[in-house]
T-cell receptor
Framework: DTGVSQNPRHKITKRGQNVTFRCDPI?????LYWYRQTLGQGPEFLTY????????KSRLLSDRFSAERPKGSFSTLEIQRTEQGDSAMYLC?????????????FGNGTRLTVT | GQQVMQIPQYQHVQEGEDFTTYCNSS?????IQWYKQRPGGHPVFLIQ?????EVKKQKRLTFQFGEAKKNSSLHITATQTTDVGTYFC????????????FGPGTSLSVIP
């Protein structure tokens, strides 16, 4: 168990460019979550998957955000036409679903800076 | 929509003093989780509470789930510098058991 891995750790991009982040969850976990965190705030839910199925997407997300989890393993989060307001830490977490809630295991995150 | 709130936002304590953070949900929760995030780090799971009125201890940390399952608290006895960080409570939404939403956190500073 090597934990949740996220790449890249940092990304600096110019406004209007597209960016893609990758998350590799803990191998036996069937749930994968994406959160966004800005300074001084708690993680904000973006979306989550069970295996390859995307079960819910936050209404706060615009159509510029898309996430995939092909084959139920790693996941990618793409942001199109980035805006300065997209600057944040993007956190991925995975869990193994149980009957009474499942602890989330977070990766180190990808810090996005949009200039 | 459902909200999870925490107070205080910040707490500065002298090493050895006790610390408590409170978490309140606008709706009844099926369970509540607590996480700790060290400066520059990512949230790390501490504990989950499920039953009404449940109390769990981890060394100097005591976690409590309210009788109405709408509030929770984390109490640290005799804080140490290793306790520095932000403590988040988190719980599932009313409509989606597996969608976990986080409170804004309480940032703890410990003065040696």
């Amino acid at each position: 168990d090597t934990g949740v891995s996220q790449n890249p750790r940092h990304k600096i991009t110019k406004r209007g460019q597209n960016v893609t982040f990758r998350c590799d969850p803990i191998s036996e976990h069937n749930r994968l979550y994406w959160y966004r965190q800005t300074l001084g705030q708690g993680p904000e839910f973006l979306t989550y998957f069970q295996n390859e199925a995307q079960l819910e997407k936050s209404r706060l997300l615009s159509d510029r955000f898309s996430a995939e989890r092909p084959k139920g393993s790693f996941s990618t989060l793409e942001i199109q036409r980035t805006e300065q307001g997209d600057s944040a830490m993007y956190l991925c977490a995975s869990s193994f679903r149980t009957g009474e809630g499942s602890p989330l295991h977070f990766g180190n995150g990808t810090r996005l800076t949009v200039t | 929509g459902q909200q999870v709130m925490q107070i205080p936002q910040y707490q500065h304590v002298q090493e050895g003093e006790d610390f408590t953070t409170y978490c309140n949900s606008s709706t009844t929760l099926s369970n509540i989780q607590w996480y700790k995030q060290r400066p520059g780090g990512h949230p790390v799971f501490l504990i989950q509470l499920v039953k009404s009125g449940e109390v769990k201890k981890q060394k100097r940390l005591t976690f409590q789930f309210g009788e109405a399952k709408k509030n929770s608290s984390l109490h640290i006895t005799a804080t140490q510098t290793t306790d520095v960080g932000t403590y988040f409570c988190a719980g599932p939404t009313k409509t989606s058991y597996d969608k976990v939403i986080f409170g804004p956190g309480t940032s703890l500073s410990v003065i040696p």
